[in-house]
């Protein structure tokens, strides 16, 4: 079982819907990270939370420490979002590992 | 601002040729760091560098060098190309340890190896 799981794999969205993608990981972190990857481009840092919520436009990430679960909610989709979404998680204590989920595939449709 | 800049962005080798791909970052950050990334696979750690000077083994360093002998620089040396190295590769930087504050990538080198 890997470390870091996200859910869903795929994901295909209407143009103003709101959706939620899921990462549960099985170490304790010290920190969590939401990533961006547009198709054939680089991969651009949303949100690194350790706790609670943030919010940036129309994203907004979670993170649960208890139940090892954080989510990347966007509201108002729009096609531009179509993307891939990572989580990675930093291990707590002196690792200097990133753990790496393998992403979710977004297609917002108008 | 840059950010990380990383060249080239498409490469093909030949299996047993050598290059070095380029990373630089203008943030001043200590810590650089290359990861490949393959299908159905998360990033993976290749190796790190937590200053000038220093650096250390990730996940998945065999075949691979590097070297960090300025703050701005941190080069990955394919010393042997095989085609298990084909691969999409990118540098990233920050300004604290891996993962203790908000990563910064580059924008990925496609590499074929035939």
Known sequence: KNEVEQSPQNLTAQEGEFITINCSYSVGISALHWLQQHPGGGIVSLFMLSSGKKKHGRLIATINIQEKHSSLHITASHPRDSAVYICAVRGGGATNKLIFGTGTLLAVQP | ???????????????????????????????????????????????????????????????????????????????????????VYFCASSSQGNGNSPLHFGNGTRLTVT
């Open chain 2, 1 to 87: 601002n840059a950010g990380v800049t990383q060249t080239p962005k498409f490469q093909v080798l030949k299996t047993g040729q050598s290059m070095t791909l380029q990373c630089a970052q203008d943030m001043n950050h200590e810590y650089m760091s290359w990861y490949r990334q393959d299908p159905g696979m998360g990033l993976r750690l290749i190796h790190y560098s937590v200053g000038a000077g220093i650096t250390d083994q990730g996940e998945v360093p065999n075949g691979y060098n590097v070297s960090r002998s300025t703050t701005e620089d941190f080069p990955l040396r394919l010393l042997s190309a095989a085609p298990s190295q084909t691969s």
